[in-house]
């Protein structure tokens, strides 16, 4: 089976072809105006490799309430319209983008939610302490995100463990511009870091994650600016670009080892900063799960930051991981020589792969 794979952003187009979950080929389009001329663009690339397209596989960030992928119908495309407000940034986009391939193409499509492997969440750790009417008149509750790469990396960490995923708990770390991080057991996500929104949790590229909530009042009101504002400054101009002026984590690691000043200060601040919040989370994971077999760290900074993983994971030598320097340094598939009791993986995530299998599994059990 042909699967394409799309993530469709507010001016972009990233797509992969799979056959039987091996990748054909794979593109990225920018400053995309027009996304019928964009899709356009990938067909012919398709078609350029002598491959016919059998399904596509939309990745969609806010699904709400669905709790598994789903075939893309009138009825899901309306259900997914009105999730957009919920993620502003991403949903809207995503759905004119799925609006278009329904018209190119006459083949089934599949609607992959970032947020359906949260929904194993008991409610002790969806729920938010506020007033239930609002809670259900808004549908007000912790989501959570990167779900597409959390369950992906799980099921990598069992085969690497050589264990059914049904006989683990696994603390996984999607760090990247984005990051959360997932307490999973055995094989259901029970707890997350982000929320309601991609705000909450870790300190991350710009986002500032955890903070107290009067703050927005209280910035609103000294700064004379609508609350609206504020919200956007802590997606946009906090986490590590607020704290250092940089929101790439290899920039702020180069500043820490080679300037002097203030500069080199505020670098240590937002490193130091992130790493705190991450050991925060981790420790209450772990004692969440009542222990765990392995930590994973994923995407971008996670799988490269080999700085980042040995602050992190010397902390929390009171609960089991016995760090290896030298190990971590080579920056390998598989962090080597921890201790026994907790395994410390690198897994780089797929989360393509991830949506194509999904696929493949959603149309062979829709065709018996």
Same mark, same amino acid.
């Given at each position: ?33 027009? @996304? /019928? ?11 350029? /490799? ?32 009105? $999730? ?58 912790? @989501? ?7 369950? @992906?990396?799980?099921? *990598? ?35 997350? #870091? ?15 994650? !955890?903070? !107290? ?7 609103? *009101? ?46 240590? $601040? ?47 030598? /009171?609960?089991?991981?016995?760090? !290896?320097? #030298? ?32 696929? *493949? ?8």
């Amino acid at each position: 089976m042909n699967i394409l794979v799309l993530n469709i952003g507010s001016s972009s187009i990233k797509y992969s072809l799979f056959a039987s979950q091996k990748l054909v080929t794979r593109g990225y389009l920018e400053r995309v105006t027009n @996304y /019928c001329k964009g899709m356009k663009q990938v067909i012919a690339d398709v078609k350029s /490799c002598n491959r016919t397209i059998d399904a596509v596989g939309h990745r969609v960030v806010h699904g709400g309430a669905h709790t598994q992928p789903e075939i893309i119908t009138p009825a899901v495309v309306k259900q997914l319209e009105m $999730l957009c407000e919920l993620a502003p940034l991403h949903d809207p986009s995503e759905v004119e983008g799925i609006k278009v391939c329904l018209s190119l193409m006459n083949v089934p499509q599949v609607a992959v939610f970032d947020t359906a492997f949260h929904q194993t969440l008991p409610p002790k750790a969806y729920t938010y302490a506020i007033p239930r009417k609002f809670a259900n008149k808004y549908h007000i509750r912790r @989501y959570g995100f990167h779900g597409i790469s959390h369950k @992906y990396v799980a099921h *990598e960490a069992a085969k690497i463990l050589g264990k059914p995923l049904a006989q683990l708990k696994l603390i996984t770390c999607h760090l990247g511009n984005g990051q959360s991080i997932c307490a999973i057991d055995r094989g259901k996500s029970v707890d997350t #870091s982000m929320g309601f929104t991609p705000l909450e949790g870790l300190v991350m590229g710009s986002r500032s994650g !955890d903070l !107290d909530p009067a703050l927005v009042a209280y910035l609103a *009101e000294k700064e004379k600016i609508p609350a609206a504002r504020v919200v956007n400054l802590l997606n946009k101009e906090s986490g590590l670009l607020g704290l250092s002026g940089k929101k790439d984590l290899r920039d702020i690691i180069a500043s820490m080892k080679s300037w002097k000043g203030k500069g080199s200060q505020h670098a240590r $601040l937002a490193f130091d900063v992130m790493c705190h919040r991450l050991v925060k989370y981790l420790g209450a994971y772990y004692v969440e799960l009542g222990g765990c077999d392995a930590i994973v760290f994923t995407a971008g900074i996670g799988e490269h930051a080999a700085l980042l993983r040995e602050n992190v994971l010397k902390q929390l030598s /009171c609960i089991g991981v016995a760090l !290896d320097s #030298s190990a971590n340094r080579k920056n390998k598939a598989i962090i080597t020589k921890y201790s026994s009791r907790i395994k410390a993986l690198v897994i780089p995530t797929n989360e393509e792969l991830m949506i194509a299998r999904e696929v *493949e599994h959603l149309l062979k059990l829709t065709r018996r």
